[in-house]
């Protein structure tokens, strides 16, 4: 059997290593002519470390990563609220990593070129469709001279992101994306370490202005560490969604100009970042299906979510090895793609909407709601400890990261 995927993403490159292990054969065709550092942070959760960790990657993630010891939440007045441990310090068997996203798609890369082969990833090539004769799924691709290809194979798997051409022909008529009312603006820099050194942060709520901040690398001999950061706030109209659209500080520092934390000055790093980006917090609504065939979507081509709750790249790692178990279970393609469909789609739709209503960081707008945004004197008056853990043991559920969901945990 032959799989061919559009997008060397990290969804992508997780599919191709899933469907190695298992044996199957498959070649990636990649837009961009090389991956170059783009974007900024992502937080990787023990349930997706858990996938990455039996494809035997966990050392060299490690190695370029933060362990994050502790999710920690704060209001707009830098008030400590609430504390939870994260990854291994939770009790999980898995770490929780929070890594530059150009490190994870280079350690998956390299993984990919060194296991299937060097000729696995055709970059510079664009999907532009696909047709599906029933034989095979053909994928049209575009190459870096112009050159017009067919790769034939036994599945087609989208896995080409949130413009991904192959969901667009599966379903010409979905309408544009959904925007959350929020324009995020996200930067990386070299900064002091502060609270643990892994700390993840979030502070404030986004009426009146909200940060979500964590380390992405280890520090380093000169004491400084790369530092991620993302901004959010409300915004009447959204920009396009382009994950490399260059945003400007002056758009949104007023927000967040008075925010000189004893133990962070929040204000000081967001004036130090050189390449300010800007991505409105859109999603879709999930599809009523992902397979048709020999032809199906995976990652962010299939569950574009609003990216909250350190879920984007983690559900569409755990797309991967499902992809490649459903495959190798011996049915016909069409009905190992259909199988898929049927497991992963509701799991990750939920995500999406618990996105959209539930996220974690709903502990800051209780907060922010009862407190009236303003400074407290103690915040057991405000919301109880079981109240925070409630909140955040949902979404762990829906995540399927609830320690007990996690088996071995
Ligand atoms: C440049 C970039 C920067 C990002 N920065 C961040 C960030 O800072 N923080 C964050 O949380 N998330 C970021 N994301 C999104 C995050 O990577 C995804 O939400 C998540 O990892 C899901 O991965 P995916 O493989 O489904 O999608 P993606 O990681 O988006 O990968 C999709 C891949 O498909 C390729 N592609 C697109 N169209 C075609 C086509 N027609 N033919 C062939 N290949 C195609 C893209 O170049 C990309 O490599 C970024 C994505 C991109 C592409």
Redesign the pocket.
């Known amino acids: 059997m032959k799989v061919v995927i559009?997008?060397?993403?990290?969804?992508?490159l997780t599919l191709a290593l899933s469907l190695h292990e298992a044996g199957i054969d498959c070649e990636l065709?990649?837009?961009?002519p090389e991956i170059a550092p783009?974007?900024?942070?992502?937080n990787l959760l023990p349930h997706s470390i858990k996938v990455l960790s039996s494809l035997g990657l966990l050392h060299a993630l490690e190695s370029v990563a933060v362990e994050t010891t502790e999710a920690a939440f704060f209001n707009r007045h830098g008030q400590f609220v609430h504390r939870e441990r994260a990854g291994r310090f939770a009790g999980y068997d898995h770490p929780q990593l929070s890594i530059h996203?150009a490190d994870i798609q280079l350690t998956l890369l390299d993984a990919v070129r060194e296991r299937i082969g060097e000729t696995a990833v055709h970059l510079g090539h664009?999907?532009t469709g696909f047709t599906d004769d029933g034989d095979a799924a053909v994928l049209h691709v575009t190459g870096p001279g112009g050159d017009q290809i067919d790769v034939r194979a036994d599945a087609l798997v989208g896995?080409?992101?949130?413009?991904s051409?192959v969901r667009r022909q599966l379903w010409p008529d979905e309408g544009d994306p959904r925007y959350s009312g929020v324009t995020m603006w996200?930067g990386t820099v070299e900064w002091d370490p502060y609270l643990t050194g892994a700390s993840m942060i979030r502070v404030g709520w986004l009426t009146s202005g909200k940060m979500v901040i964590y380390p992405v690398r280890p520090v380093q001999e000169n004491g400084k560490q790369l530092i991620n950061w993302v901004a959010e706030v409300e915004r009447p109209r959204p920009q396009r969604r382009e994950?490399?659209r260059a945003g400007a500080l002056e758009d949104f520092i007023d927000v967040f100009e008075d925010w000189t934390f004893d133990w962070l000055d929040v204000a000081g790093m967001l004036h130090a970042t050189e390449g300010v980006l800007e991505y409105p917090m859109v999603d879709q609504d999930p599809l009523e299906r992902w397979s048709f065939g020999r032809v199906t979507l995976l990652?962010?081509?299939a569950h574009p979510m609003i990216?909250r709750g350190s879920n984007?790249?983690g559900q569409?790692i755990l797309d991967g090895p499902a992809l490649a178990r459903h495959l190798s279970s011996g049915l016909p393609v069409a009905e190992a793609l259909a199988a898929y469909d049927d497991e992963r789609r509701p799991a990750t739709s939920r995500v999406v909407l618990t996105n959209r209503t539930n996220p974690p960081d709903t502990i800051l707008k209780e907060v922010y709601e009862r407190t009236g945004d303003q400074p407290f004197d103690n915040i057991d008056d405000v919301i109880t400890t079981e109240e925070m853990t409630a909140i955040t043991s949902r979404y762990k559920q829906v995540a399927a990261y609830a320690k007990e969901q996690l088996s071995g945990s």
Do not use: M
């Open positions: 559009a997008g060397a993403g990290i969804g992508g065709y990649e837009a961009a783009l974007g900024a942070g992502v996203r664009r999907a896995a080409d992101g949130v413009h051409v996200r994950w490399n990652g962010d081509a990216p984007g790249a569409a």
